[in-house]
């Protein structure tokens, strides 16, 4: 399967990421230099990621992100509210967990099973950073997909 990483701010402060297929290392470092323009924002904001159709991260591509986290992390920490992963698989999470034994992410982050339990976590995420208007929208916007999860 080709692989296809999309970003959508247009939801700004969520950035919503996708990552499908087997991704190459050459795609994933230019993932990361994508992410750390959304840094160089200077704008605090919150993320989801969804690998649920992504092929296991390759070990050049763990120590890559852990690179890059440790680059990043004061502006991470500053900057990321809040973080939550899709992952559906037990191979992605195992995945993660190597990733975060190498070099853990500096701020709140979820793995979570689907979207709406995505929407919920950074929904409140930036409510718990006092940003009340930007949750509410995202809430607004995502709602009818978040009040059909329970």
């Known amino acids: 399967m080709d ?3 999309t970003f959508d701010d247009s939801q700004w402060p969520l950035l919503s990421v996708r990552l499908s297929g087997n ?3 050459t795609q994933y470092a230019q ?8 840094l160089q924002r200077g704008e605090r904001f919150v993320c989801i ?7 296991v991260h390759s070990v050049a591509q763990r120590y890559m992100h852990a690179a890059w986290i440790h ?11 809040g973080q939550s992963s899709i992952m559906t698989s037990a191979h992605m999470r195992l995945s993660r967990s190597m990733l975060n034994y190498v070099k853990p992410l500096p701020v709140p982050n979820a ?3 689907d979207m709406d339990a995505a929407l919920r976590y950074v929904a409140g995420r930036l409510e718990g950073e006092g ?8 809430r607004h916007r995502f709602g009818l997909r978040i009040r059909q999860a329970g």
């Open 131 to 138: 940003c009340l208007a930007q949750a509410e929208r995202i």
């Open 31 to 38: 993932y990361l230099t994508t992410l750390e323009g959304y």
């Open 49 to 55: 990621v969804d690998v649920s159709q992504c092929s």
């Open 23 to 25: 991704v190459s290392d």
């Open 3 to 5: 692989a296809v990483i």
């Open 111 to 113: 793995a979570v099973p």
């Open 71 to 81: 680059k990043n992390e004061d502006r991470l920490r500053e900057l990321l509210l």
